[in-house]
């Protein structure tokens, strides 16, 4: 699997930036194969933030601002990974947590598959 992130910014007609990322993967045929077989595909990887944590950890200001239409983010699903999907920011520093959380999670959900295909078997640990 290999996990695929584009940046870009963006400048509305009034001056004001966002940014956005676009998340992709790479799936090899035995981990397309695994997915469906385990019924992972609606397996939720990442969830933007409800405006309730927002406004715990960023203020009130910060929890409009986030939850403006145009930039409510869909959550990450297994299925939508191959497809892509965006999202979409004022800040810079909100795009590089959900940046680092995306990747933690598709690292996570690859460990599970590699798990996932190893059931069956027998394992030895030296200690």
């Given at each position: ?36 077989k ?7 990887l990442?969830e ?11 203020g ?63 394992e030895?640990?030296?200690?």
């Amino acid at each position: 699997m290999k996990l695929l992130i584009s940046r870009d910014q963006r400048q509305d007609e009034y001056g004001s930036v966002s940014f956005g990322i676009v998340v992709r993967a790479d799936l090899s045929a035995e981990e397309k194969s695994a997915i469906s077989k385990y019924g992972f595909s609606k397996l939720v990887l990442f969830e933007t933030p409800e405006p309730e944590q927002l406004i715990e950890k960023k203020g009130f200001l910060a929890s409009i601002i986030s939850t403006q239409r145009d930039f409510w983010n869909e959550s990450l699903r297994v299925s939508s990974l191959e497809g892509g999907a965006r999202f979409q920011y004022h800040s810079i520093s909100e795009v590089l947590e959900v940046e680092h959380a995306i990747r933690a999670a598709v690292i996570d959900f690859k460990r599970m598959l590699d798990a996932a295909a190893g059931f069956g078997g027998e394992e030895v640990i030296e200690i």
